[in-house]
Structures are given as C-alpha cells and as structure tokens.
C-alpha cells in the first residue's frame, strides 16, 4: 500500500461545477498536506499548504483534512477551463520537510 | 513562475553514460529538494541539501548524487544512467528555517535514456 493513494482520473466537468479532488493517507504521523496544480510539462505550483486537521479557504480553492479518517480534500468552487491540469496532494510529518505525493488526479473542466 | 530555474529543459543520453542537472533556487531560499517524476507518477524524493549538507535521502541508489553550492544553486549527478531512469526531474527550493513544507518547483528537466 502506497503512503499517499490517489484516483488518476482523468475527472471531467462542466465549466462552473464544484470539483472535489480527494486523497488518502496512512501514515498517522503526518501532520503536514499541501496541494500542488501540475500543468502539462511544467513543475508542481504549491496552492495551499495547511497544518493538522480542519478547513483553509483561499478564494475559490478549499483544502480540507480529516486526520480522523486519514482523508484530504480540496474543493474548487465555479470551475474554469483554466483549472485543468493534474492536481497532486502531498503529506509530511513534523520536521522532515520532505513531502510524500499521490500520484495525481488529472481534471478537465470543458466549457 | 517560481524564481527556481533548471537546466537543461530536455537531455538524451544512452545507457551507460553519466548526466549533470543543474537548478537555481529562488533568492533567500536555503534548502534544495530533487525529485524524479515518472509519467503518471507524483514526484519520488531523491534527497535533500540545506546549507550545503545532504538532508534526507529518498530510496535511490548511489549512483544518484548531488550537490549544493555557497549561491544555494544545485546539482543532480547520475551516473551509469539505465532505462528506467528517463523521467521528468524537478528541484525544488525552500526556505527550511520559516516555511520548510513551502516548496516551490522549477519547470524540470525532461531526460530520456536510451
């Protein structure tokens, strides 16, 4: 079982549709998940970084982690073709610094 | 854009041979990270330099190396370069004292072995 699973899709949606885009983790000595948006044949660009349990919200982007259930979501509100890109999560324990990635969700949001 | 750049973009080599990767941190960020990103794969962690020193080390063989120099640039070494080692190679740097989980990436080198 890898540390952090993650659907590959691809996940495609309408234009304006709420996205949902999940992973799950086993490791319970992660504390740290990040969300990173991968184009085609560019690097990973952090999109948000929280600590622990709970939600963050940063515009239309909400990051959401169950530490209970070992389950991390990020949700993305009014969709855009520009959106469309594979979206990889990425877990950490406390002061490693070194990130473990899922594989990615690819999304393809049509207009 | 990230501040962090690599190079070469794209790189061809044949079994056997050796290449160098080079990457520039983003200015003020103190740690570099290596990662080899195969196709439909997340980015597997090589290892690791803060302030010159190796910091961590993925499951990669020896033949993996690296370096980072006063300037906070690095360098990703292979040697006897196999197959399976054509991937997508990312650095990524970090400010490890402030923001450590923080990393931003570079576009990556696209190396192909044949």
């Known amino acids: 079982q890898k540390e952090v699973e993650q659907d590959p899709g691809p996940l495609s949606v309408p234009e304006g549709a709420i996205v949902s885009l999940n992973c799950t983790y086993s490791?319970?000595?992660?504390?740290?998940f990040m969300w990173y948006r991968q184009y085609s044949r560019k690097g990973p660009e952090l999109l948000m970084y929280t600590y622990s349990s709970g939600n963050k919200e940063d515009g239309r982007f909400t990051a959401q982690v169950d530490k209970s259930s070992k389950y991390i979501s990020l949700f993305i509100r009014d969709s855009q073709p520009s959106d469309s890109a594979t979206y990889l999560c990425?877990?950490?324990?406390?002061?490693?610094?070194?990130?473990?990635f899922g594989r990615g969700t690819s999304l393809i949001v049509h207009p | 854009e990230t501040g962090v750049t690599q190079s070469p973009t794209h790189l061809i080599k044949t079994r056997g041979q050796q290449v160098t990767l080079r990457c520039s941190s983003q200015s003020g960020h103190n740690t570099v990270s290596w990662y080899q990103q195969a196709l439909g794969q997340g980015p597997q962690f090589i290892f690791q330099y803060y302030r010159e020193e190796e910091n961590g080390r993925g499951n990669f063989p020896p033949r993996f190396s690296g370096l980072q120099f006063p300037n906070y640039s690095s360098e990703l070494n292979v040697n006897a370069l196999e197959l399976d080692d054509s991937a997508l190679y990312l650095c990524?740097?970090?400010?490890?004292?402030?923001?450590?989980?923080?990393?931003?990436f570079g576009p990556g080198t696209r190396l192909t072995v044949t």
């Open positions: 990425a877990t950490s324990s406390g002061g490693s610094y070194i990130p473990t």
């Open positions: 990524a740097s970090s400010v490890r004292d402030r923001s450590g989980y923080e990393q931003y």
């Open positions: 490791n319970s000595a992660f504390q740290y």
